[in-house]
């Protein structure tokens, strides 16, 4: 199922109605096009919102840094259309081999999982980063739409209706107007430093990693190489896939400045480890990192907003960075949607209450392994479910009241899991599948919640709502009531109408039942960003409507 459409007028889109503040104001400026701020892009252009996204950089991200796509940003990714590029540009992560000496010792750092009905996706991805900002950015063009590259932020001012960027590009300085911006232009964020909010944390100046992207031979592409040495010198080489490029990582003397030159890398790697048969061919990219460890102390202030690295820096130990900056601009986008479309501005306060705390403890389980790393701990290696965020949770936010309903295994804030249904012609259908695209998704699950779910009303502007009943075994629930106009979520594109579409469905598997944990007749509201916006055991309607408010605007 295509998630994808042209924005259009079409009544009800989920743009922001009426005229703006300013006659030449856009709804959104996106500064920084690496994967959080194209990730939001895709998500604003496929609510049909008007949106600009403008980096510094001449041209888009050619290295390899961040080359792991976490399980939970693969499902992202399958939302936003990005994912079959994605898979296509990346692998399996090998075994580690550590070389001791004569001996290569192998090490597995990630547990090799099946997928299952409600974990499509159980292993992360190895994939350099510059094939994931091509698959996001070829994504964005699909929309039409592209980032402006060599256009930097020089200016910042707002007031309580727009924000103005003065960005000064190849033809001078614009002044661009938008009802909100969002910064998403990395650790040295321009907009962060403007709004005057504070980094909190530290940079260690004397633990440098030199990182080299180098076409190489001599060496098996079938183990991340490691080659550790005393006083916690290390030197690694991780083949990539999909070519003969190996990301390799030097950990650098305190204070030392390295040289770049091909001919003193190669003597480097050949001193360390003891093997002449390695050679560089072609060095593409290289960078020297230094392991920063800081949190924005607010996530915006006003019209402006801060989204992925502007917001928190984590070292790269765990693929944690990238990871939790998709799945910012994931939990933004349609809170920015829906505030636009005419929802209260409370609900943007949602964002940084709900992906600080994210931020914060993933800061702590990246500079954990870090720490251990550094001590050659073997353990610090491992990756698990921690590092997967297939966990992560909202409950307890301001969304997912503590005191809410709970099934079996889930919560109000969790992740929504993926499932197997049978629709009434027999054809099978991922959950996932439905899932897709800009709006909300109601499941009434059993006979009495479909009968609810008939009479939820959902209003005419922002995201809309896709309605599907699912009977127990072989049976389809029919919705009761009737349809409520406009396209649902089916579809997924920019510029459809609001309103809700029914479908149903049979759990002839059982596998909704086992994920969600269901043991009698539940409705369940899905968010646009795939948590549980509500679980309801009794009293559907109700307090379906009451959890409803909270993330839509006002009925008209």
Same mark, same amino acid.
């Given at each position: 199922?295509?998630?994808?459409?042209?924005?259009?007028?079409?009544?009800?889109?989920?743009?922001?109605?009426?005229?703006?503040?300013?006659?030449?104001?856009?709804?959104?400026?996106?500064?920084?096009?690496?994967?959080?701020?194209?990730?939001?892009?895709?998500?604003?252009?496929?609510?049909?919102?008007?949106?600009?996204?403008?980096?510094?950089?001449?041209?888009?991200?050619?290295?390899?840094?961040?080359?792991?796509?976490?399980?939970?940003?693969?499902?992202?990714?399958?939302?936003?259309?990005?994912?079959?590029?994605?898979?296509?540009?990346?692998?399996?992560?090998?075994?580690?081999?550590?070389?001791?000496?004569?001996?290569?010792?192998?090490?597995?750092?990630?547990?090799?999982?099946?997928?299952?009905?409600?974990?499509?996706?159980?292993?992360?991805?190895?994939?350099?980063?510059?094939?994931?900002?091509?698959?996001?950015?070829?994504?964005?063009?699909?929309?039409?739409?592209?980032?402006?590259?060599?256009?930097?932020?020089?200016?910042?001012?707002?007031?309580?209706?727009?924000?103005?960027?003065?960005?000064?590009?190849?033809?001078?300085?614009?002044?661009?107007?938008?009802?909100?911006?969002?910064?998403?232009?990395?650790?040295?964020?321009?907009?962060?430093?403007?709004?005057?909010?504070?980094?909190?944390?530290?940079?260690?100046?004397?633990?440098?990693?030199?990182?080299?992207?180098?076409?190489?031979?001599?060496?098996?592409?079938?183990?991340?190489?490691?080659?550790?040495?005393?006083?916690?010198?290390?030197?690694?080489?991780?083949?990539?896939?999909?070519?003969?490029?190996?990301?390799?990582?030097?950990?650098?003397?305190?204070?030392?400045?390295?040289?770049?030159?091909?001919?003193?890398?190669?003597?480097?790697?050949?001193?360390?480890?003891?093997?002449?048969?390695?050679?560089?061919?072609?060095?593409?990219?290289?960078?020297?990192?230094?392991?920063?460890?800081?949190?924005?102390?607010?996530?915006?202030?006003?019209?402006?907003?801060?989204?992925?690295?502007?917001?928190?820096?984590?070292?790269?130990?765990?693929?944690?960075?990238?990871?939790?900056?998709?799945?910012?601009?994931?939990?933004?986008?349609?809170?920015?949607?829906?505030?636009?479309?005419?929802?209260?501005?409370?609900?943007?306060?949602?964002?940084?209450?709900?992906?600080?705390?994210?931020?914060?403890?993933?800061?702590?389980?990246?500079?954990?392994?870090?720490?251990?790393?550094?001590?050659?701990?073997?353990?610090?290696?491992?990756?698990?479910?921690?590092?997967?965020?297939?966990?992560?949770?909202?409950?307890?936010?301001?969304?997912?009241?503590?005191?809410?309903?709970?099934? +079996?295994?889930? +919560?109000?804030?969790?992740?929504?899991?993926?499932?197997?249904?049978?629709?009434?012609?027999?054809?099978?259908?991922?959950?996932?599948?439905?899932?897709?695209?800009?709006?909300?998704?109601?499941?009434?699950?059993?006979?009495?919640?479909?009968?609810?779910?008939?009479?939820?009303?959902?209003?005419?502007?922002?995201?809309?709502?896709?309605?599907?009943?699912?009977?127990?075994?072989?049976?389809?629930?029919?919705?009761?009531?009737?349809?409520?106009?406009?396209?649902?979520?089916?579809?997924?594109?920019?510029?459809?109408?609001?309103?809700?579409?029914?479908?149903?469905?049979?759990?002839?598997?059982?596998?909704?039942?086992?994920?969600?944990?269901?043991?009698?007749?539940?409705?369940?509201?899905?968010?646009?960003?795939?948590?549980?916006?509500?679980?309801?055991?009794?009293?559907?309607?109700?307090?379906?409507?009451?959890?409803?408010?909270?993330?839509?605007?006002?009925?008209?």
């Amino acid at each position: 199922m295509n998630s994808w459409s042209e924005p259009s007028d079409t009544p009800g889109a989920t743009g922001a109605p009426g005229a703006s503040p300013a006659p030449d104001a856009i709804d959104v400026l996106v500064v920084g096009a690496g994967p959080s701020g194209t990730a939001l892009a895709i998500d604003l252009v496929r609510r049909g919102l008007d949106i600009r996204i403008v980096d510094k950089a001449p041209q888009a991200f050619g290295g390899s840094r961040a080359k792991g796509v976490q399980p939970r940003s693969l499902e992202i990714l399958h939302d936003l259309g990005a994912l079959d590029d994605v898979l296509a540009g990346g692998g399996a992560y090998p075994l580690l081999g550590f070389h001791l000496g004569p001996l290569t010792v192998p090490w597995r750092m990630f547990p090799r999982k099946r997928a299952t009905p409600d974990v499509p996706h159980p292993n992360t991805w190895l994939i350099p980063q510059f094939r994931t900002d091509r698959a996001l950015h070829t994504r964005l063009g699909a929309a039409h739409h592209g980032a402006e590259f060599g256009r930097e932020l020089v200016g910042l001012t707002q007031d309580t209706e727009t924000a103005r960027a003065e960005v000064a590009g190849p033809d001078g300085v614009e002044v661009i107007t938008a009802r909100y911006v969002v910064g998403a232009d990395g650790g040295a964020s321009q907009v962060r430093k403007r709004l005057g909010i504070g980094f909190t944390g530290s940079t260690d100046e004397a633990e440098r990693i030199l990182i080299v992207d180098a076409v190489v031979s001599g060496l098996s592409r079938d183990r991340w190489h490691m080659w550790p040495g005393r006083g916690g010198r290390l030197i690694g080489a991780c083949p990539l896939p999909g070519g003969d490029l190996f990301q390799w990582i030097i950990r650098l003397a305190p204070g030392e400045e390295p040289s770049l030159e091909r001919e003193r890398i190669a003597e480097r790697i050949h001193a360390h480890t003891r093997d002449r048969r390695i050679r560089l061919h072609d060095i593409r990219w290289t960078s020297v990192f230094r392991p920063n460890i800081r949190l924005a102390e607010r996530y915006g202030q006003g019209r402006v907003l801060l989204a992925g690295d502007a917001a928190h820096v984590h070292t790269p130990a765990g693929a944690q960075g990238l990871n939790t900056g998709i799945q910012d601009a994931y939990n933004l986008g349609w809170k920015l949607g829906q505030v636009l479309a005419g929802a209260g501005p409370r609900l943007l306060e949602t964002y940084e209450a709900e992906r600080r705390p994210i931020a914060a403890g993933v800061l702590g389980l990246s500079t954990e392994k870090w720490t251990g790393m550094s001590r050659l701990d073997p353990s610090s290696m491992k990756r698990g479910k921690d590092e997967q965020q297939l966990a992560l949770t909202y409950f307890g936010g301001p969304l997912a009241p503590a005191d809410g309903e709970r099934t +079996r295994t889930l +919560r109000v804030g969790d992740r929504a899991p993926d499932a197997e249904l049978l629709g009434p012609d027999g054809a099978r259908t991922r959950l996932f599948d439905i899932l897709r695209g800009p709006g909300f998704t109601a499941i009434g699950y059993g006979a009495g919640a479909a009968r609810a779910l008939g009479q939820l009303d959902w209003p005419t502007a922002g995201a809309g709502l896709t309605k599907i009943t699912i009977g127990e075994g072989g049976s389809a629930e029919g919705v009761g009531g009737s349809a409520a106009g406009g396209a649902g979520r089916d579809g997924g594109g920019a510029g459809r109408a609001a309103g809700s579409v029914e479908r149903a469905f049979s759990d002839a598997g059982n596998t909704v039942r086992r994920a969600y944990g269901l043991t009698g007749d539940t409705l369940l509201l899905i968010r646009p960003d795939g948590y549980l916006g509500h679980i309801a055991t009794r009293d559907f309607l109700a307090t379906t409507e009451a959890a409803a408010r909270a993330m839509t605007p006002a009925a008209s």
